[in-house]
């Protein structure tokens, strides 16, 4: 097996994307390592041109300049993983693999998502020691196996209110319920619902509804050439001066800018809640099955 150096997790998400999106030209400044769950995609890079049905697996180089064409007809998910190698790489590492059904590469590669999205030291770790394994097998191309899936332990109402979410918004705007209709649906009252979301992540509802709503724009912004005015719509907000006031409060900077600072080659912002990109995992993570485990 492929012995592979240190690294460290940068920047890491999973991600749905309309139908026509795309991403760059970009330049890339770090590793990248992007695999498609679902739909297709074109990877144009260095005059070339790849297709990426799903179960692809690709990897990014710095220094190089790509650009992801989404599937026209459906929405394409895709997760990804920036990083940097604390040292020299003595060999190159191969720059695509397809993986079957039963792979065990990008249920790994997931599991170091949610690994890094616990965001403390230790997870952090053991997110970086997950990424390792998986760019062995990578390279090595030993990724047929039986996977892994993350679990994790959260409140039952709160399970409950995530899936109500993941069916409602689905592949579409994620239009908000009221706090009424999302309490009526999971079978508690609002009083009961708003005690779970203030003791989970210190907010009431409606603002745990507007940050998993930014955060889906903020990775919109990241990761598409989608317009400004279609994140806001595809996030479900009134207009586009709405979704940029409420982003500017939430990450201290402006779509706009935010977008400009990303391809300049910095980081995304933490979210304002605590643990809440680890709750955009999990919702992401119930739309591969109805029945996944988290």
């Known amino acids: 097996m ?5 690294l460290r997790i940068k920047i890491f998400g999973i991600a749905d994307y309309p139908p026509g999106a795309s991403l760059g030209p970009r330049l890339l400044h770090d590793f990248e390592i992007v695999w498609i769950e679902r739909g297709n995609c074109r990877w144009e890079l260095d005059d070339a041109i790849r297709e990426c049905p799903a179960g692809t697996v690709v990897l990014c180089r ?10 026209p007809v459906g929405v394409t998910r895709h997760g990804y993983l920036h990083f940097e190698f604390l040292e020299e790489v003595d060999e190159p590492l191969p720059v695509m693999r397809s993986c079957q059904s039963n792979d065990v590469l990008r249920p790994l590669l997931r599991h170091a998502v949610w690994l890094a999205s616990l965001n403390d030291a230790n997870s952090s770790d053991l997110a970086s020691r997950a990424l390792r394994q998986a760019l062995s097998w990578f390279a090595s191309g030993h990724i047929s196996q039986s996977g892994l899936v993350a679990t994790d332990n959260q409140h039952p109402v709160l399970l409950r209110a995530l899936r109500d979410l993941q069916q409602r918004w689905g592949d579409g705007p994620r239009v908000p319920p009221t706090v ?16 779970v979301c203030n003791e989970q992540f210190g907010v009431a509802p409606q603002e745990l509804l507007r940050h998993l709503r930014l955060d889906h724009g903020l990775m919109l912004l990241a990761r598409s050439n989608l ?13 586009p001066f709405h979704f940029s006031r409420c982003f ?14 990303i391809r300049a080659g910095g ?11 680890r709750v955009v ?14």
């Not at 492929?2 to 240190?6: L, N, Y």
């Not at 710095?62 to 064409?69: A, K, L, Q, W, Y």
């Not at 995992?281 to 988290?294: C, K, N, T, V």
Request: with cysteine.
């Open 2 to 6: 492929r012995e592979i150096p240190d």
């Open 62 to 71: 710095p220094g190089s300049v790509d650009r992801f064409i989404w599937d």
């Open 180 to 195: 009424a209709e999302w309490a009526s649906e999971i079978g508690v009252s609002r009083g009961h619902l708003a005690r």
């Open 227 to 239: 317009k400004i005015q279609i994140i806001s719509e595809l996030c479900g907000f009134a207009s």
């Open 248 to 261: 500017k409060q939430a990450y201290e900077k402006s779509p706009r800018d935010l977008r400009k600072h």
């Open 267 to 277: 980081n995304l912002p933490l979210s304002p809640i605590p643990g809440l990109r």
């Open 281 to 294: 995992q999990q919702l992401i993570h119930m739309g591969f099955s109805a029945d996944s485990p988290l």
